[in-house]
DNA sequence: AGCCAGTTGCAAACGGTTTGCAACTGGGTG
DNA sequence: CACCCAGTTGCAAACCGTTTGCAACTGGCT
């Protein structure tokens, strides 16, 4: 069975550059401030998606507010350099993007612990095709995570 | 290939009874009281899953307070009667679901006119099986909606 | 060096959801 | 059938993640 993704998605977790992530800001005609290479300095360390708070907590107290990095993650989220995921508790997370990459994968979360691994496997592109023709709808996608108990936390 | 599911749910949309849903409510030793009976009754008469936002505007108006309705949600979760949705909008959605029946399905959704389908299709259980295995999880489930453009809306 | 669009911190606003509390009521009991 | 109380309700305030208005500030161009 074909389970391959039809999105581009290095699983790679090599760390980028941080040079090459303000660069890609650069280009952007964005600006290159403190806080934005804090927070990008904090994702490019982090191979699991992080929530703001998270990001926030992880940085040298005082280097920036919550809301700078509320606002520098939807500009990242814009830009195609961070992906949003949400893990259904209310609190969005983001996970940064390698270049040309789209971002498009999936998670196994425990509902315990929170410990979340990576899943290589996509929903099936030839029955995702077929939802789409037989319900008329055009550029569809999907949203999918999966939760269970971690070895950990089943003892 | 086999895509179906290993949940129970019966894609039938024929109403349940109000008798019925008011004796499950019986059974569980909670009271059938006017606020309870017409959100029931909302529920009843709407195949896709509704926001209580949505529930409380369908409302006769002053039938009951916003905070009964999501207290009335919460109950109806925890004793399986309702299933929860997330759109990912940042509000839940619910749905009734049949006796003996778990609710899990999935949903196409537009992303300009937020039209919903529901989906038969669910992500198959062999690949899910691999997973869970693959990383020693157990109890795995998963959270899966599909977002694209309606026909109505590619006009 | 100077300028200005873009960025920041702060505090207030926001929208969905939860909660404390006092008044009320469904439905079993005597 | 009247009584009683756990469960339920309305209201308002609290909560939590997120967004926004605004005045001060700054990166990076000229």
Not at 94 to 121: K, M, N, P, S
């Amino acid at each position: 069975m074909k389970t391959s993704c039809q999105h581009r998605h290095r699983h790679s977790h090599k760390k980028q550059e941080l040079a090459a992530l303000t660069s890609r800001l650069r280009r952007e005609a964005r600006k290159i401030t403190g806080p934005r290479a804090a927070i990008l300095e904090i994702l490019r360390h982090h191979p699991h998606p992080l929530t703001n708070k998270e990001i926030f907590a992880q940085l040298p107290k005082g280097e920036c507010d919550l809301a700078t990095i509320y606002r520098a993650m939807q500009m990242l989220e814009k830009l195609g350099m961070v992906k949003r995921f949400d893990f259904g508790d209310g609190a969005a997370r983001f996970e940064l993007v390698g270049e040309g990459d789209d971002g498009h994968h999936h998670h196994l979360v425990c509902t315990r612990c929170a410990e979340v691994v990576e899943i290589a496997e996509c929903f099936p592109e030839e029955i995702e095709r077929r939802i789409a023709n037989t319900n008329g709808f055009t550029g569809v996608t999907h949203r999918l995570e999966f939760f269970g108990l971690c070895p950990e936390c089943q003892k």
